[in-house]
Nanobody, 120 residues
């Protein structure tokens, strides 16, 4: 089992920045690929993912050039740096873990989510 806890969400004006963190506990963090998803209503969409080693990263087209995913395996934490935020980035952001990196919704482990609200 892997337990994931997100933090760092909040209210920010358009053009601002936030950094989300996801702390993992349980099985060896460094063996898992990590991802970020966001949900508006019932629709959950892929945001970014990073391989277990951190050498490969993947982004949704809507966030490329604005968001950066990174990880610190020594701290069992994955981050999502979000810059140039737009009102359409408003969502609940979820952290996820899986044995392989991919962009579908079928990740093995999920956090509880953190709300990000971008005001215009």
């Amino acid at each position: 089992q892997v337990q994931l806890v997100e933090s760092g969400g909040g209210l920010v004006q358009a053009g601002g920045s936030l950094r989300l963190s996801c702390a993992a506990s349980g099985r060896t963090f460094s063996r898992y690929a990590m991802g970020w998803f966001r949900q508006v209503g019932k629709e959950r969409s892929f945001v970014a993912a990073i391989s277990w080693s951190g050498t490969s990263t993947y982004y949704a087209d809507s966030v490329k050039g604005r968001f950066t995913i990174s990880r610190d395996n020594a701290k069992n934490t994955v981050y999502l740096q979000m810059n140039s935020l737009k009102p359409e980035d408003t969502a609940v952001y979820y952290c996820a873990a899986d044995s392989v990196v991919h962009t579908t919704h079928t990740w093995d482990y999920w956090g509880q989510g953190t709300q990000v609200t971008v005001s215009s």
